[in-house]
């Protein structure tokens, strides 16, 4: 039976971190309101882009470019990892870590690890992975200028032949309490599906127009990923963060249970004794 | 002549979306200006300034590259900088030409002689636009 001032303090340390979890509820979930709507304003460029991209690559089938040709031997890959920079989320880091690592198995070869967020750095690195570069500080609001520099970033590596196929692993926001960690390959590109506008004319050819759309697209992919991942570390947050609350709740309880217990006891211990005391005389 | 649906999207807003005369702007090879029933055509934009003409009215916009699309219906423009000449600083402008300069002249090699020019380009445009009337209620929505 613990003593009734350990419990005491017991119950105090709980009650300072129900109030912790709880702040960081309030604040995951103010932030999440901002993630979902710079994700919903980035949907239209996000369509768009990807539409004028698919129709080019529909309507130039014979169009050759090298960021959409797969190289004949492929040995090193680069796989960009979208987490976050600090726990208390849930399940959140391990599933689009694990998701990854999987994906590594069964592709194979050499990998380099670009990490956005730390929790994806110290994953593959204990994993004994090469990991490159790792973003910090913007995962939970990305901006566009962000994603350009990964984008670029991962197209320089692509370029100058230090890897040869480039993955993107990120986490799907499905809804507010719904997450799928994704794994899409950047490149060489793979054209999205769609039916071309006939007769469209690309000035001054199909070529320079993918030249100069490409690395617009992967910074618009990038920018989608980061976005919706960042909307699912808070999301994860939130709900993680509401579960520590009432657990806090929970446990409080029962400890102050305990607690009344311990302290009816003591009181009826004395009671008996100054009985017994009183008897003996 | 008709007019037509012109569309603006930037990654963090749908900047303007509306029916309009004609739209002019600086494509990689040169202006180009889009009036209803162009032809189907996709090309990549320049750094420059962007006019839209509806009716008696005009407004500028500054667009520094990006994409434009037109499908024979609407156009679309596709850009990551795109800048009404109220949001424009025009004394970090000012100050960014000036700098520019600056790295055209102490330039070492062509790359930093490049970089210098882009930005001397897009601070020449943003103090061009800015000393155009801004024009409120920007968004109007097609009919």
């Known amino acids: ?281 | 002549m008709g007019t037509f649906r012109l569309r603006l999207v930037s990654p963090m807003r749908l900047m303007y979306d509306g029916d309009v005369d004609m739209v002019i702007m600086r494509a990689k090879e040169g202006d180009i200006a889009f009036m209803s029933g162009h032809i189907p055509l996709t090309t990549a934009l320049g750094y420059g300034i962007m006019k839209i003409i509806k009716g008696e009215e005009t407004r500028e916009a500054s667009v520094f590259g990006g994409f434009v699309e037109a499908n024979g219906k609407s156009v679309t423009v596709l850009s990551d900088m795109l800048e009404w000449p109220d949001e424009i600083d025009i004394k970090r402008a000012e100050r960014a030409r000036e700098r520019a300069e600056r790295a055209m002249q102490e330039a070492k090699d062509q790359v930093e002689y490049r970089r210098a020019e882009l930005a001397f380009r897009r601070a020449t445009v943003r103090i061009e636009v800015s000393t155009y009337p801004i024009i409120k209620g920007r968004l109007t929505e097609s009919s």
């Open chain 1, 1 to 281: 039976m613990p003593s009734i001032r350990g419990i005491k303090l017991r119950i105090k340390s709980i009650n300072s971190t129900q109030h912790i979890t709880k702040a960081m509820n309030l604040v995951a979930a103010s932030k999440l309101q901002r993630a979902k709507a710079k994700l919903s304003q980035n949907k239209a460029y996000y369509e768009e882009t990807k539409r004028v991209m698919a129709s080019i690559a529909a309507a130039g089938r014979n169009v050759r470019h090298p960021l959409m040709t797969p190289r004949r031997e492929v040995k090193n890959n680069l796989l960009v990892v979208i987490t976050s920079d600090r726990g208390l989320c849930g399940s959140y880091n391990v599933n689009v870590s694990r998701e990854a690592r999987k994906f590594m198995r069964t592709v194979g070869n050499v990998y380099n690890v670009i990490s956005v967020g730390n929790k994806g750095k110290e994953f593959f690195r204990r994993r004994k992975k090469k990991v490159l570069e790792t973003f910090t500080g913007i995962s939970e609001n990305p901006f566009y200028d962000d994603a350009a520099v990964i984008a670029g970033m991962a197209l320089d590596l692509y370029r100058n032949g230090t890897v040869d196929c480039v993955y993107l692993a990120y986490t799907e926001f499905i809804s507010t309490i719904s997450y799928q960690p994704k794994i899409m390959r950047l490149l060489p590109l793979e054209a999205p599906e769609t039916v071309s506008v006939s007769g469209m004319i690309y000035e001054p050819s199909e070529e320079a127009v993918l030249d100069a759309l490409i690395p617009k697209y992967l910074e618009t992919v990038m920018f989608g990923a980061l976005l919706e991942s960042a909307a699912c570390q808070l999301g994860a947050r939130m709900t993680g963060m509401d579960a520590a609350t009432d657990n806090a709740g929970k446990m409080m309880d029962k400890l102050n249970l305990q607690y009344n217990r311990a302290r009816q006891g003591a009181i009826t211990q004395e009671i008996t004794e100054i009985v017994s005391g009183a008897n003996a005389l």
